[in-house]
């Protein structure tokens, strides 16, 4: 049985309470049983995982500031990325079987018996998230741990996080929150700022939420993420208009003698 | 300090450090464009399989609408038109389905594509506009048989012509420039900065290939002048419209158009589209504008299956292009981290 009067849940994700020990991608790995990415070493920073993968449902970006003019101001900066879980959610508009659904918890959920892997939700998606998962044959992404929400437990990421940079609960209580917190540490001139919460975006506010302490693209966020459905007026215009132009000159051209 | 990112961090060498010290922007890492040039958005896994369906689909799309049009208007002698134009319709939408199940994940939950009719989903869309179209298509050429003797049942006559005609037609319009929409209704900044021009080029590119295709099976297959003639009119203006409109979305696009309109993507797609596939035939076409078709002479055949093949060529190249530099531009952070106009 559905529970309608479930609130929207969501991660409230604060960088400035990160430590980078990756505790929340294997303890994601574990539960939700995904299989190893190998293990290649970039050369960047910490980061030998590189992006969330239809088998990667929690990355930590690792993004080393060095100041040498005020050696004391260079930071490192550790941020948890994961799906955002839009209001409007690209994948969801863009996918034709209906596998991705809203579920009753907020969550953006792929159903991975219905998915046909037609792959047309993953350039849908504005943040690169949602991806194909080549032995499956189907689009894989964060379930927001659906399975475990059903038993009245946190998603494993945020269980496992030592330090509650990621924070789970109902989103509207997270925003609360998180507010407050911007507010605290703007007052110790910290830059700080709230990423996908109160941004006039056409994907609404994302159910997973950031605080980050620089501009987006640092953290490889779009600054400005657009709902792709969104392009979809103009592009029917114009089809449309070269149809009824080259009908007349169909017409024309059959008629003449 | 144009092109300073967080790649640069991992080769600090002596002269990189005076240079950030000369500049005082504080060091390195402060101007961080993007993550070490890590790709931001996915692109669409599409491979030879989506290429040939937007290819064929437009082919398709194209010589259906002609086989309705010179039904409706048509003269004597464009007979051939209309029967070429429905065999090739139907021929595509009995090829297109398979090309789009092989490229599925899981090709055996096809059917799961009819679970639903999304109209916010252009895949949604474009899927029934596709089964109309084939249905339409099979429609139209049993009645073809059936007005040449062969089908003894009345299976073709389900529609009166013109109602047949101009759901056929419109059918065809969708599923030759769903496509395009398709494609501009994705993040990825090259096709999604394309939105204005897309699909028209798409319409523009399926008449013209059509037009192509059938002008060379009636100059093949000795068919009438003057419906080569009309062919060639129709040709002309769509190919012309094509490339007014690949130029114009070249020049919208600015930076974010390199991944289409720059390096080998672009030459390619100049040497083969724009200058073999549209200006050449366009040339070679000409003096058809000026021929009434009633005065059009023998069939130049050798000078009609040049221009038909440069045309078919450069719809190929076109649709190519076009999903390669999807995933080119997918793959760039800076094409993606651009602020949207």
């Known amino acids: 049985m559905i529970d309608d009067a479930s609130p929207d849940m969501g991660f409230f994700t604060d960088v400035t309470l990160c430590i980078g020990c990756k505790a929340c991608e294997v303890a994601c790995k574990q539960w939700n049983q995904l299989p190893s990415d190998g293990y290649a070493l970039s050369g960047n920073s910490y980061d030998n995982t590189g992006r969330l993968s239809a088998t990667t449902w929690r990355h930590v970006d690792f993004v080393e500031q060095f100041d040498r003019i005020n050696p004391a101001e260079s930071r490192w900066v550790m941020m948890s990325d994961v799906c955002k879980h839009c209001t409007h959610a690209g994948c969801m508009e863009a996918c034709p079987t209906g596998a991705i659904i809203r579920n009753e918890y907020g969550a953006v959920y792929v159903q991975p018996d219905i998915c046909n892997g037609c792959g047309y939700c993953v350039p849908a998606c504005p943040f690169g998230v949602i991806a194909l998962e080549p032995d499956q044959g189907v689009a894989q992404k964060c379930t927001l741990c659906y399975d475990r929400m059903k038993d009245g437990i946190e998603p494993a990421c945020a269980k496992a996080c030592p330090t509650d940079s990621i924070q789970f609960g109902p989103v509207e209580q997270l925003k609360e929150r998180a507010r407050r917190r911007t507010e605290e540490l703007l007052a110790r001139n910290v830059p700080a700022r709230l990423y996908g919460v109160d941004e006039d975006t056409s994907v609404g506010d994302l159910n997973a939420f950031f605080l980050i302490t620089d501009r987006p693209e640092v953290f490889n966020l779009p600054p400005k993420p657009v709902l792709p459905s969104t392009y979809q007026p103009v592009a029917y215009l114009s089809g449309f208009l070269a149809t009824a132009a080259l009908a007349i000159v169909a017409m024309q051209a059959f008629r003449s003698r | ?341």
Request: overall charge positive; hydrophobic content about 45%; charged content about 15%.
């Open chain 2, 1 to 341: 300090m144009a092109g300073v990112t967080h790649g640069d961090i991992v080769q600090i060498t002596p002269d990189a450090v005076a240079a950030s010290l000369a500049r005082g922007d504080g060091g390195f890492g402060r101007n961080q464009r993007s993550y070490y040039d890590h790709p931001v958005l996915r692109g669409a896994h599409w491979r030879w399989e989506i290429i040939w369906y937007f290819y064929i689909g437009g082919l398709m799309s194209g010589s259906a609408i002609l086989a309705a049009a010179a039904d409706t208007f048509g003269a004597e002698g464009d007979e051939a038109v209309v029967r070429n134009g429905r065999w090739l319709a139907l021929v595509g939408a009995a090829i297109s389905p398979l090309l789009l199940i092989k490229d599925l994940g899981r090709p055996e939950r096809f059917l799961n594509m009819t679970r639903i009719l999304k109209l916010k989903s252009p895949m949604s869309v474009g899927v029934w506009s596709l089964l109309s179209f084939s249905g339409l298509s099979a429609i139209a050429v049993l009645e073809e048989l059936r007005g040449r003797g062969r089908v003894p049942w009345l299976l073709g006559g389900l529609l009166p012509r013109g109602p047949r005609n101009l759901a056929h037609a419109l059918a065809a319009a969708f599923t030759g420039s769903y496509t395009g929409v398709l494609i501009s209704a994705t993040a990825v900044p090259v096709w999604n900065s394309g939105r204005r021009q897309i699909p028209a080029i798409f319409v523009c590119s399926a008449v013209a290939t059509a037009c192509a295709a059938q002008a060379a099976l009636l100059a093949l297959r000795g068919g009438s002048a003057r419906s080569i003639n009309k062919l060639e009119r129709i040709e002309f203006v769509a190919s012309l419209t094509e490339g007014v409109l690949l130029v114009d979305y070249a020049s919208s696009a600015g930076e974010t158009g390199n991944a289409l309109f720059g390096g080998e993507t672009g030459q390619r797609l100049r040497a083969n589209t724009l200058v073999g596939g549209i200006a050449v035939p366009a040339l070679l076409n000409l003096a058809s504008l000026f021929t009434k078709p009633s005065h059009a002479g023998k069939p130049n055949v050798v000078k009609t299956l040049i221009a038909a093949g440069l045309t078919l060529y450069g719809g190929y190249v076109l649709r190519k292009s076009l999903i390669e530099a999807g995933r080119a531009s997918a793959d760039d952070p800076r094409a993606a981290l651009r602020q949207p106009e």
